[in-house]
């Protein structure tokens, strides 16, 4: 646990290195910090397998392997945050803090084992996070989307809360231990309470990770935070977010899929469509990549449906495949906006000539993402659809199968435009810090595309 | 030695990275020689794993690299399989591929793409020899797809042309019709073995019944798969274009490896196909109607390369017709064979083109008889191989293949000595034309006439002492000989053969049928002599008027506009229909009234809640009352 | 007596809210339908015991005021979480002194919060 107890301290030192002006100091700091929190995650790995706190949390190699690749994750962030907070405000530190502080409650996120635990981490991310969205003060779109966030956030915490109040009414406690033994110790007799309280706790979990029908904060959040802030949220967030959903339903409702399982069939369809149609039609790339991000949650609550024995294994390599290729593509979205001031598909035109180690990343990025094969997303896809094949939802994969095609429309958009059509444009300028993170991630999508065992065994 | 197979595609690799990498800084003679160089460490591997596999009682080996898929109860290593089948295509992949890397030094000198080339050549390289050792269907697969690839970086090597960047793009489209079949196969053989692994299957799939649906199935969805790949009706049309390549291109893909991984598909499911007589009657039928199609079209071509794609759709009809009537081993044996007079061909033709500054019709060359004589020579012999005249390897193959398809049905068997006839008339009318007469091109070209350099003169004589001896590794014991091939494959189709029964024809059958095949070729080729070489007959212009029949061959039997008028045209109609009518009006419709029925319903709410963030909850809270209605129904 | 919950036994109460609903629309409906409007500048203009108005009642704050009331509010309610230690101090200082150090961590993180405000000047009202 001391993943966590590191990165608050960090946070904090960070903040007062701030304080006293070591600006130069902040990036460096942050940087050794996540990497000793990451080893420090993995020395952990397999060390814990009884809940610590008095119950309240548990590190297993589930919450090992997800804090993992959390703060592997921010720690590319950061590395592509090298002048990007400068240009927005002065208060630097305070967002390098405010960005630990919402990666701590990630952290909670994943390695809770009771419900007060779930919610406080949740609150630490998401008051965090509101915070961040708004970080560009004098820019409308930044307010508004800091306060859209804010509002339905707020409001969605609330039947998050009321759900984990049903389920204490219930069963008499947080536990998660004791919800399972209350469900299993009489499963027709569980308490209407009880499913009113799944059903609000699905309310309140769904809304954190965006899908339909409690994404419309998703597409103009998305939009108006700094695209830094964005990367952030569609990746790192929503990984905990379907990390924590997956560790309460794997754990404690799973004797009770035959209830919940339809809805969230419902919802991962919903997702898919709406996700992927609305993707279709955007001439953006920002907004094209937060629709996508709907529709990538589509794919995810897959795992969370078909709940087996590999399920957290699949979700955590599809997590895994997105964030790094999200994490590319926001990437080559921040150079783009930076030096042309625009992200159209129509400023993508001609990349190739100019950048074409760029284009290249951001073309493995585009596949991976597409789910082609030899990319890690291809694995993560391709585990999500056996694993719901294999619990018969034959349905569903052939629509999402379906849905994948519509996915590969858009983002071969985007590698067309690079390639295969010309425009006088000037050469980006990539920082090193950039071109580690793109010639990185690029190389571990590649390289989990091919050899996916080497994080599937995490778990 | 066996152990070291995984060397084998590594060389390549490691090849294509030096290239791929260094192409802007490294000098050509060392790109050359690093292409040519790991191709070759390969044939040495190759060759040692040949021999050890030979002298070895063991004929199989799976080696396992590592495993590389494990969900639930699908397991997926990446592993290579030995065998007779694999060595020998190993043998024919790496062997010429490293001929004809020698041979692109020489024929790519001038290309400012050089080292491009030659790391796609060995990209090539490295997916064919995946597609050759993979031990499971998934590791064939990406073999499969990864030459489909190359092939098609390869087709369109010269994208500048919009021309061949659209033939380009046909061989892909037409490629993945098939790869889908292919694809869907896998499923299915997964679905019904549990298993993609081919030592896990095979075994399975002896025990079953013949005819059974579900194996009818699956062998006709391979069988699609190899249409798109080997260029058979429906899907050959991209063949002929593919011409649009660099010489060496269509030598190595399109005449000798790539093409040929069809009939090494089947062949390698073999029992599979067994099983399936339904999949095995199409098969015969259709290759014999694609060599017989092709043949028509090819005579009447005028572009060198033309004539040597149809004649290659024409010659891959026949290895299919050999798989469909059970010849699995002349099949293969024709592979072979193909392989070292086709890729000969190739060179040759693109010897002549270098020769004539990059002239590809016929009818603007003839007389290059003394001023190539290497190159004539060697596609002298290339043509008798392939025209099926005795001793030479084409005879050989092609006997055994006809010999089975004559005790499977006579018709058959004489549709294809038809078709071997028209075989040996368009190519000793391509070699006449060439070769004869007087030179008909400018007297610019004429005075840059020249042999080629060694480079690709050296590939030329091995290829054409292999066309000439190629055959005696197969003799068939009519003539005394103990068809050493048939023995060495023995292992790779026995579970077959006892199915199906040894061949009986007797001998005197068998002579009576060479004959016939035999007088058939000479009579041809003796034809095509007095048209093209006595009388210096020459194919007439495009606007000259032709009778009806060269017409139509001429104009390839118009499947291109066939196809455009039948699929193409339709499509576009249909997506012009989707496009402006269920896009527009109901996609559209859809969205953009989405999109106002939100404004609008924003509008309406503005006097309750403030903006859009209210009918955003408002949504929300629909939902959350749909499930909770939905939790109160099914409490 | 046997406790049978059902939905039916909720019934009256359903009937209950409709009439009450009921009442209170039809009422609101009626006379906004029925009544008499007049409009006038008299009329509209807001009743303050009879004295003229004077200025907009909205005045801004200053934002000053907002940081300062969250900051005290934020202080003020980690206070409560000393209460249930207190509360149970006599029993925890028998196992040792881990309660003691558990809340030293904790003001201890507090304080580096209020440091941090004071070297903000967040409190600092000019």
């Given at each position: 646990m001391s993943v966590l107890i590191t990165i608050s301290l960090l946070a904090i030192l960070v903040l007062y290195l701030g304080l006293f002006k070591a600006k130069k100091a902040l990036l460096p700091v942050s940087i050794l910090g996540l990497l000793g929190a990451l080893s420090l995650s993995f020395y952990e790995w397999g060390s814990y397998a009884q809940p610590i706190y008095n119950g309240m949390m548990l590190f297993d190699n589930f919450a090992a392997a997800f804090s993992g690749i959390t703060i592997l994750s921010t720690l590319l962030i950061f590395l592509l945050s090298k002048d990007y907070f400068e240009r927005i405000s002065s208060n630097i530190a305070e967002y390098y803090t405010v960005i630990l502080f919402s990666l701590a409650g990630i952290i909670v996120m994943v390695s809770y084992h009771n419900l007060t635990m779930l919610f406080i981490g949740i609150e630490i991310m998401s008051v965090s996070l509101y915070i961040l969205a708004g970080i560009k003060k004098r820019d409308f779109a930044s307010n508004e989307a800091a306060l859209k966030y804010f509002l339905m956030g707020a409001f969605s915490t609330g039947f998050l809360l009321f759900g984990i109040a049903l389920l204490y009414g219930a069963s008499g406690s947080f536990d998660l231990l004791e919800i399972r033994n209350y469900i299993l110790s009489a499963p027709q007799e569980v308490s209407p309470l009880f499913y009113g309280g799944i059903l609000l706790l699905i309310v309140g979990l769904c809304f954190k990770v965006g899908a339909a029908p409690f994404h419309f904060w998703a597409p103009d959040v998305y939009e108006g935070s700094p695209s830094l802030i964005t990367a952030y949220m569609s990746t790192v967030v929503k990984t905990a977010g379907f990390a924590a959903f997956l560790r309460l339903f794997l754990f404690c409702f799973s004797p009770l899929s035959e209830f919940w399982s339809p809805v969230l069939v419902t919802l991962a369809a919903l997702s898919l469509l709406i996700g992927n149609i609305t993707a279709v039609y955007q001439q953006h790339f920002k907004r094209m990549l937060a629709y996508s991000s709907i529709s990538h949650v589509g794919y995810m609550l897959f795992a969370v449906i078909s709940l087996n024995g590999s399920s957290d294994t699949s979700i955590f390599v599809y997590a895994a495949a997105y964030s790094i290729a999200s994490i590319m593509a926001f990437a080559a979205l921040i150079l783009l906006q930076r030096q042309v001031g625009t992200d159209s598909f129509d400023s993508f035109n001609g990349l190739a000539r100019k950048n074409p180690f760029l284009a290249l990343t951001l073309t493995v990025a585009m596949l991976s993402l597409a789910g082609i094969p030899l990319t890690a997303g291809f694995i993560g896809k391709f585990m999500m659809f056996t694993s719901a094949l294999s619990t018969y939802h034959t349905y569903l994969v052939l629509f999402a199968v379906l849905n994948a095609a519509i996915g590969i429309f858009y983002y071969f958009r985007v590698i067309v435009a690079m390639y295969f059509k010309e425009a006088d444009r000037h050469e980006l300028i990539v920082s090193p810090y950039y071109r580690l993170v793109l010639g990185l991630s690029a190389a571990a999508t590649i390289l989990l595309g091919v050899y996916p065992e080497l994080i599937s065994r995490l778990i | 030695m066996i152990n070291l197979v995984w060397l084998i595609p590594l060389f390549p690799l490691i090849g294509f990275l030096i290239n791929g990498l260094g192409r802007s800084f490294l000098p050509k003679g060392a790109v050359g020689f690093i292409g040519s160089l790991t191709v070759f460490l390969s044939f040495a591997v190759s060759l040692g794993i040949f021999f050890e596999l030979n002298g070895s009682v063991t004929k199989s080996f799976t080696i396992q690299l590592f495993d590389w898929i494990q969900v639930g109860n699908l397991s997926?290593?990446?592993?290579?399989?030995?065998?007779?089948?694999?060595?020998?295509?190993?043998?024919?992949?790496?062997?010429?591929?490293?001929?004809?890397?020698?041979y692109s030094i020489g024929y790519m000198h001038h290309d400012t793409g050089f080292a491009k080339f030659f790391s796609y050549l060995n990209l090539f390289v490295f997916f064919m020899l995946l597609l050759v050792l993979g031990s499971n269907y998934v590791v064939m697969f990406i073999g499969w797809e990864g030459v489909g690839l190359c092939s098609y970086l390869l087709i369109g090597f010269w994208f500048s042309n919009p021309a061949?960047?659209?033939a380009a793009k046909k061989a892909f489209v037409m490629n993945r019709i098939g790869d889908l079949g292919f694809l869907i196969a896998i499923f299915l053989i997964f679905n019904t073995f549990n298993s993609v692994e081919f030592a896990k299957v095979f075994p399975q799939a002896a025990s079953l019944t013949a005819g059974s649906d579900v194996i009818t199935l699956i062998t006709i969805l391979l069988f699609v798969g190899a249409t798109g790949k080997s260029a058979q009706i429906p899907l050959f049309t991209w063949l002929p274009d593919a011409m649009a390549g660099p010489t060496p291109v269509s030598a190595l893909i399109h005449a000798a490896t790539m093409v040929t991984a069809g009939i090494y598909m089947i062949a390698r499911s073999n029992i599979l196909f067994t099983l399936a007589p339904f999949t095995l009657d199409i098969i015969a039928v259709v290759g014999l109607a694609t060599a017989i199609l092709a043949a028509l079209i090819a005579i009447t071509q005028t572009d060198i390369k033309k004539v040597l794609a149809y004649s290659t759709v024409s010659q891959l009809g026949y290895m299919f017709l050999g798989l469909g009537v059970g010849a699995y081993t002349g099949a293969f044996f024709h592979v072979i064979t193909h392989a070292f007079f086709k890729a000969l061909l190739f060179?040759?033709?693109?010897?002549?083109?270098?020769?004539?500054?990059?002239?590809?019709?016929?009818?603007?060359?003839?007389?290059?008889?003394?001023?190539?004589?290497?190159?004539?020579?060697?596609?002298?012999?290339?043509?008798i191989a392939i025209s099926g005249l005795p001793p030479f390897s084409g005879f050989f193959s092609k006997d055994e293949i006809l010999a089975h398809a004559y005790e499977h049905s006579k018709l058959l068997w004489l549709i294809g000595v038809i078709g071997a006839m028209f075989t040996a008339f368009y190519m000793f009318r391509m070699l006449f034309l060439t070769f004869f007469g007087k030179f008909r091109g400018t007297t610019e070209q004429q005075a840059h006439l020249h042999e080629s350099p060694a480079s690709m003169t050296f590939p030329l004589i091995v290829l054409a002492v292999l066309s000439i001896i190629g055959g005696f590794i197969g003799v068939p014991e009519a003539l005394h000989g103990n068809h050493w091939l048939a023995g060495f494959l023995e292992p790779v189709f026995s579970a077959s053969e006892q199915r199906t029964g040894a061949s009986h024809l007797d001998h005197s059958t068998e002579y009576i049928l060479m004959t016939v095949s035999v007088i058939a070729a000479v009579v041809a080729s003796f034809i095509a002599y007095l048209r093209y070489a006595r009388n210096n007959h020459v194919p007439v212009p495009d606007t000259a008027e032709r009778t009806a029949f060269a017409n139509v061959s001429y104009n390839k039997f118009y499947i291109d506009e066939i196809y455009d008028a039948l699929i193409t045209k339709p499509l576009n109609i249909l997506s012009g229909f989707f496009y402006r009518i269920v896009d527009k009006t109901f996609i559209d419709g859809f969205v953009n009234g989405l999109g106002r029925a939100t404004a609008e319903a924003g509008k309406g709410l503005r006097l309750l809640?403030?903006?859009?963030?209210?009918?955003?909850i408002f949504i929300m809270i629909a939902g959350i009352v749909a499930l909770l209605v939905y939790g109160f129904y099914n409490i | 007596m046997e406790t049978q919950t059902s939905a039916i036994n909720y019934l009256p109460i359903v009937f209950q809210m409709l009439v009450a609903l009921g009442f209170v629309v039809l009422t609101m409906v009626l006379t906004h339908i029925i009544g008499p409007k007049r409009k006038s500048k008299e009329k509209l203009s807001p009743f303050e015991s009879g004295i003229e108005v004077v200025g907009n009642a909205r005045q801004p704050f200053s934002i000053?005021?907002?940081?300062?009331?969250?900051?005290?509010?934020?202080?003020?309610?980690?206070?409560?979480?000393?209460?249930?230690?207190?509360?149970?101090?006599?029993?925890?200082?028998?196992?040792?002194?881990?309660?003691?150090?558990?809340?030293?961590?904790?003001?201890?993180?507090?304080?580096?919060?209020f440091i941090y405000i004071i070297k903000k000047k967040a409190l600092d009202w000019e």
């Open positions: - | 997926i290593p990446f592993s290579f399989q030995v065998d007779p089948l694999s060595s020998l295509m190993l043998l024919i992949v790496t062997g010429i591929g490293f001929l004809i890397h020698v061949y960047a659209s060179l040759g033709a693109g010897s002549v083109i270098h020769a004539v500054s990059n002239e590809q019709d016929m009818r603007s060359m003839g007389g290059l008889k003394s001023k190539l004589p290497v190159t004539f020579y060697t596609m002298l012999m290339g043509t809640q403030t903006g859009n963030i209210g009918f955003y | 000053k005021y907002f940081l300062v009331a969250i900051l005290f509010v934020l202080f003020d309610i980690e206070v409560i979480f000393m209460y249930p230690w207190a509360v149970n101090f006599r029993e925890m200082s028998l196992e040792g002194f881990d309660g003691l150090i558990e809340m030293l961590v904790f003001m201890g993180t507090l304080l580096l919060g």
